[in-house]
């Protein structure tokens, strides 16, 4: 039995005149790309096909790249806004440190990467939601090259890339002198527009540019000039107004919509993108949409041979019907969007799990709505999520337990799940910026964590999503397969229970979210009658199938979660490690101390010694436990080097001893060793016989 309660959680100005000339490759982009713009598209052109479960199959891990690893101290300060303790200043993270962890995202086992914009912000944001350049990468992530290669290397690893993007606004660099601005002014009135300082916009929104067509020439052109938002549920509001003052692009114009596709399709041919998350995407009218989303999957298709190129949106909102309409020919016309982000089933998380406190048949009636609201392409692959970086942490209002039940639920229920970095590692920050805390070992951290590494692969939460993801790789019901509810509670917290079934496979899932025992009544399965299932999270519990094939009742503690499938189904898991010495990111470690590694299972001795490496390195002998699942390596001569990060490394050659499977990615454990210990000579005082150490009043042979 798999009780949330075992989990040890250890860590605890005026316009400035100029001109500017589009540069000739862009001009050479746009001709070309933007064709694709004003072509016509069926209904469904470019649109993936409902039967394909390419993403569906997918599990997404999303990371702020600012503050996943610095890979790279060079570039840190490219835009002078580097400090390690500021709130919103760039920490230094970027595609070269993104690139140097993709075995811990892969260990993870997830199989998408999902890292924040791309391009220039004005004012070198280290989020990337500010954009002033769209056409160029912007240094403090590395340049073009480094993103190039850090998309290459993932794919070579199996791993999908997915860039966020923007197309409503760029950053703050506009504003008016006209008296009320910046409260909102409906159409046909509105405000002189001017920049505010010397930085603009470059091409092609630089309206400086001689090679414009004329009637582009003016701000009011390009932007939408009726102040900021008053009211969020006034559709004129937010998609007209400016969203915390950034410059509202007016998307309804050709200009606007042809160069949006020409950007994001430079993007898709010179990086290799596989999918694109779309922010903001409820602030722009639907018709940019219809317009804009056939283009980019058409030319994903033809240009870079990616049929399955997927985008899905950030619709900030807990209305079906509207999160809905943006989903395939939902409001009608062209096909829109792929997917969204599932920010109806977010806002039931808390409730459910979180704090545990609402009645689990919301789910259930959630899911009700999805064959009402979505495309029939969308209804499986709505992208679910516990938090992000647009919302506190689950952990700051909630408990490891139910953290650990919520996942499960995240990995075993429908649709396309997505971590927020941090979350396999306990991060609990409140609200924006705080929950963008440094995985790497930096200065803004969750409690106590300053100067911590958190890429831990023996965290409990960590082991966890792991072996979910292992689940959801060995059992293509708990992703292909169809939802089936078997029990909700109607009245508050408790029991949820709900099939996958894909052929001959169904996977029985269970939860109790409330805060005692709770006893499930007999659901019906497609198991024949006496099939032994087993509980994936505790293979010691084996229940039977009864005579009319239903479950038996079953007993379910407090805050824990059951995953059921017929123990003639079950397959091995990959080994992972379990635990190790010294602990990750360990101090003042001895340069003589052993490495010890348990792994989950017994190994094959030789092939995890082969696989076995540290940098800087050091020899030393191997012994292991008499059940072939516990290493321990002893360095020799003076040990591992002095004052040094010692990276201890396992690559995916080792294998276990039982199946024969690899780990899923190297493993990697870090500490820091302390100074060397003295050496000390020893002697034999004459006629003592005696050795003593040099230095004491003793006269020595020589």
């Given at each position: ?18 001109f ?75 595609f ?25 912000n ?12 769209f ?16 998309v ?10 997915i ?17 009320g ?22 091409p ?75 922010d ?10 219809q ?49 969204v ?10 409730s ?41 942490r689950f952990?700051n ?51 106590g964590l ?25 059992y ?12 909700s ?10 099939s ?64 059921f ?63 072939g ?9 003076a ?9 201890v ?31 000390v ?22």
């Amino acid at each position: 039995m798999f009780n949330c309660n075992d989990l040890l959680i250890k860590l605890s100005i005026s316009e400035p005149v100029k001109f500017n000339l589009i540069p000739l490759e862009i001009v050479g982009r746009m001709a070309v790309l933007c064709l694709a713009a004003f072509c016509f598209f069926s209904a469904r052109a470019g649109a993936q096909s409902a039967s394909n479960g390419f993403w569906q199959a997918q599990s997404i891990y999303q990371i702020i790249t600012d503050r996943f690893f610095d890979g790279d101290t060079s570039n840190n300060n490219a835009d002078n806004n580097y400090s390690a303790t500021g709130t919103t200043s760039v920490h230094g993270g970027d595609f070269k440190g993104a690139e140097q962890k993709l075995d811990y995202i892969k260990a993870l086992g997830a199989t998408a990467i999902w890292i924040s914009p791309i391009v220039l912000n004005g004012h070198g944001q280290f989020h990337g939601y500010a954009a002033r350049d769209f056409y160029h990468v912007d240094p403090h992530w590395g340049s073009l090259a480094d993103l190039q290669h850090f998309v290459a290397t993932a794919h070579a690893r199996g791993l999908l890339v997915i860039d966020d993007i923007v197309c409503n606004h760029g950053d703050d660099l506009i504003y008016s002198t006209d008296a009320g601005y910046a409260n909102f002014l409906a159409p046909p009135a509105g405000y002189t527009l001017k920049y505010s300082s010397s930085i603009t916009y470059a091409p092609p929104f630089d309206i400086y540019n001689s090679s414009y067509n004329s009637a582009n020439n003016a701000l009011t052109n390009l932007f939408h000039n009726y102040g900021g938002i008053p009211d969020y549920n006034t559709s004129q509001h937010y998609q007209l107004g400016e969203l915390d003052g950034l410059d509202d692009f007016r998307t309804e114009t050709t200009y606007v919509r042809s160069n949006m596709a020409a950007i994001y399709q430079y993007w898709i041919q010179q990086v290799g993108i596989d999918g694109f998350r779309i922010d903001t995407v409820k602030h722009i009218e639907n018709g940019f949409w219809q317009s804009w989303c056939p283009a980019v999957h058409a030319f994903a298709a033809t240009n870079s041979a990616r049929p399955n190129f997927f985008m899905f949106g950030e619709v900030y909102d807990g209305s079906e019907s509207l999160c809905g309409s943006y989903t395939g020919t939902e409001s009608g016309g062209t096909f829109m969007l792929d997917s969204v982000l599932d920010y109806p089933l977010y806002f039931l998380v808390d409730s459910v799990f979180g704090s545990a406190s609402g009645a689990t048949s919301q789910i259930d009636s959630h899911y009700a709505n999805i064959a009402t609201y979505y495309d029939t392409n969308a209804q499986s692959r709505l992208v679910t999520f516990l938090d992000n970086h647009d919302q506190p942490r689950f952990l700051n209002s909630s408990t490891t337990n139910r953290l650990a039940v919520a996942l499960a639920f995240l990995y075993t229920s429908r649709g396309i799940p997505c971590l927020y970095y941090g979350t396999e590692q306990a991060f609990d920050g409140p609200t924006d910026p705080y929950n963008r805390e440094d995985m790497f070992a930096g200065q803004f951290k969750d409690a106590g964590l300053n100067g911590v590494d958190s890429f831990n692969e023996t965290h409990p939460l960590f082991q966890l999503v792991a072996k979910l993801n292992n689940f959801r790789r060995l059992y293509p019901a708990l992703s292909l397969g169809a939802y089936v509810s078997q029990f909700s509670n109607a009245s508050g917290p408790g029991l949820f229970a709900y099939s996958r079934r894909l052929g001959t496979q169904e996977v029985f899932v269970v939860f109790n979210t409330g805060s005692s025992p709770q006893t499930l009544p007999a659901c019906g399965l497609t198991y024949a009658p006496d099939t032994a299932l087993v509980n994936l999270l505790a293979p010691n519990e084996i229940i039977s199938v009864t005579g009319a094939s239903q479950t038996p009742a079953i007993s379910v503690p407090s805050s824990t979660a059951k995953i059921f499938i017929a123990q003639s189904q079950v397959l091995p898991l990959d080994p992972v490690v379990l635990g190790n010495s010294p602990a990750h990111s360990a101090a003042n470690v001895s340069t003589l101390s052993p490495v010890v590694m348990q792994f989950s299972k017994p190994m094959n001795t030789n092939s995890v010694q082969a696989a076995f490496s540290s940098v800087p390195a050091a020899t030393g002998t191997f012994s292991w436990s008499a059940g072939g699942d516990t290493l321990t390596f002893l360095p020799a001569g003076a040990g591992f080097a002095p004052l040094t990060n010692i990276t201890v490394t396992v690559s995916n050659t080792a294998v276990d001893a039982i199946s024969g499977k690899p780990l899923t990615a190297p493993y990697h454990l870090l500490f820091q060793t302390t100074s060397a210990p003295p050496v000390v000579y020893f002697s034999s005082p004459a006629g003592t016989g005696t050795v003593v150490p040099l230095g004491t009043n003793t006269t020595y042979l020589i």
